[in-house]
T-cell receptor
């Protein structure tokens, strides 16, 4: 039973446009959420996070939105660049992240076309 | 230099063999984790360690064991490898003293094939 779901295995976007990656969760105890980016032959790298006390967090071209009532979060990339092409994983944790364990979604492969 | 290193990067072995994957970190983090990734699936937690004397099972620990030899070293063993353990294995670290959440830092991965 998946606690963190990324229902779109892949997404294709034109360079310069917005990329929106979605993530749903079922465990109401999750209160900390992260996005990781993974290139082939590399480990995942941290991108951006959000605490449940916020509904938005922004870092440059990347913004994460959290809708607690819907148990849904999304990652917006604006503008999208070819170098953003990668697999993006959504992850969730409890205890403000202090408990350490993260539950990961299956990932969404983003392709940004020039 | 990489902060989280994994050895070997690639390994092919046969069914029934014992194999060890090693992870070292220079970040000074107290927490370490082992994950596996199968094609089309996310990262699944195998074992985690919050300090040298604290080892815990994750979602899929059957068939695996771990050893935390030092704060900087965390190894994963497959006592008798089987083909469905063919996967990409990642080690990760985190710092419990950081406020704001548990950002984990990942190694480059080990690709393991069990024939």
């Amino acid at each position: 039973d998946q606690q963190v779901k990324q229902n779109s295995p892949s997404l294709s976007v034109q360079e310069g446009r917005i990329s929106i990656l979605n993530c749903d969760y079922t465990n109401s105890m999750f209160d900390y959420f992260l996005w990781y980016k993974k290139y082939p032959a590399e480990g995942p790298t941290f991108l951006i996070s959000i605490s449940s006390i916020k509904d938005k967090n922004e870092d440059g071209r990347f913004t994460v939105f959290l809708n607690k009532s819907a148990k849904h979060l999304s990652l917006h990339i604006v503008p999208s660049q070819p170098g953003d092409s990668a697999v993006y994983f959504c992850a969730a944790g409890e205890g403000g992240g202090s408990q350490g364990n993260l539950i990961f979604g299956k990932g969404t492969k983003l392709s940004v076309k020039p | 230099d990489a902060d989280v290193t994994q050895t070997p990067r690639n390994r092919i072995t046969k069914t029934g063999k014992r194999i060890m994957l090693e992870c070292s970190q220079t970040k000074g983090h107290d927490r370490m984790y082992w994950y596996r990734q199968d094609p089309g699936l996310g990262l699944q937690l195998i074992y985690y360690s919050f300090d040298v004397k604290d080892i815990n099972k994750g979602e899929i620990s059957d068939g695996y064991s771990v050893s935390r030899q030092a704060q900087a070293k965390f190894s994963l063993s497959l006592e008798s490898a089987i083909p469905n353990q063919t996967a990409l294995y990642f080690c990760a670290t985190s710092d419990s003293t950081l406020t704001g959440g548990n950002e984990q830092f990942f190694g480059p991965g080990t690709r393991l094939t069990v024939l």
